[in-house]
């Protein structure tokens, strides 16, 4: 039998999807990604993101607490055990993205631990197919399954991920471990500017990495960001290696040369953030949604959650390439499971 809301992906929209969709009785089922070696080195391991950070400061209704006792009582015992211990400041990625599958599953949402590699849309009920080789049908489907950020590549970034290396300056730039220390971002986009614009408010200096003697960035960023006394650019220059050592984390970057690439130069900074792009989770849709040019699946529909397939919802950061924050994700799950939930009940779906 069809399932009447499949959500796929395990980020903040998807949970959030879930939680809405199993208060109203759908009974949804989350496919929530599979546990590989291919997820864990890309970023896209089962809840998301945010699971791959430490301090989340900015997701409503968590000030600094220690909430050790309340994660006790509110996550299955079975999960706890296996997680890290409450640091007792605030809340972490992890715990956060435990708590709202834990209150999805509290609603009777239904969990498949598996990656949806092939989707038929052409006819209804919907069609999938996942990578453990189980056949799901469904007469909606609310596409949650994010984004995730691009690095260069390198060993020393993975070896400093959550010890000042990171891809999100909103998120992270506000940390202690960047405050009046100098900082570099990569890249030369219009990303690239905003971030290194708004780290001047935290660094002492940043340093914006680019491989060309030309900004990509659009006109106005450019000038705004060049105009800023905290920003220097260093063309014609691409990051070698991410420095630091296990105590401090980040302490340097050392540069080289496009030009001459004999020559390098190492940068002293506490913090270094890529901001090369992101890259949507899409490659399973096989272009059967509308997409902007980046890739990110289009709503049709102002201020709803539609896509160009009817019955089709997308939430998240896989349809999101500006705010990209939890909580706008979870905002937007909410508005999907909503938008099903209305559009199965004018189909007499329910
Ligand atoms: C290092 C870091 C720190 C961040 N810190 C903050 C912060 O402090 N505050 C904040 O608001 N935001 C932060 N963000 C941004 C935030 O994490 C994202 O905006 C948010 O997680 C997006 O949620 P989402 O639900 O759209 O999807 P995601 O969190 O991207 O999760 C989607 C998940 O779906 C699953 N999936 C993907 N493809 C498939 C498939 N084919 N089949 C099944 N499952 C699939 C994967 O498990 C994937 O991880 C941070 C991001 C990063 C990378």
Partial sequence: ?????????????GWTAAIYAARASLEPLVIEGAITEENRQQGTLPLGQLALTTEVENFPGFPVADLAAYLDNAIDPKK?????????QGVSGPELMELMRQQAVNFGA??????????????????????????????????ATGARANYLGLKSEERFKNAGVSACAVCDGALPRF?????????????????????????SVVYVVHRRDKLRASKIMAERALANEKIRV??????????????????????????????????????YF????????????????????????????????????????????????YYRQAVTAAGTGCMAALDAERWLAAKGLE
């Fill in 1 to 13: 039998m069809a399932e009447r809301v499949v959500i796929i992906g395990s980020g903040p929209a």
């Fill in 80 to 88: 706890r055990r296996y997680m890290a211990p409450h640091a007792g």
């Fill in 110 to 143: 239904r969990i498949l631990t598996d990656d949806v590699v092939e989707i038929d849309l052409s006819s209804h009920p919907f069609s999938m197919k996942t990578l453990g080789g189980e056949q799901i049908e469904a007469l909606s489907v609310i596409v």
């Fill in 179 to 203: 405050r009046d220390k100098p900082l570099v971002v990569v890249g030369g986009g219009d990303s690239a500017m905003e971030e290194a614009t708004f780290l001047t408010k935290f660094g």
């Fill in 234 to 271: 260093k063309w014609n220059s691409v990051v070698d290696e991410v420095l630091g050592n296990e105590t401090d984390g980040v302490n340097g970057v050392r540069i080289r040369s496009t030009v001459d690439t004999d020559e390098t130069e190492e940068l002293e900074a506490a913090g």
């Fill in 274 to 321: 890529a901001a090369i792009g992101h890259t949507p989770n899409t490659s399973f849709l096989s272009g059967q949604l509308e997409t902007n040019k980046k890739g990110y699946v289009v709503w049709t529909t102002p201020a709803r959650t539609y896509t160009s397939v009817e019955g089709v919802f997308a939430a998240g950061d896989v349809a999101d390439d």
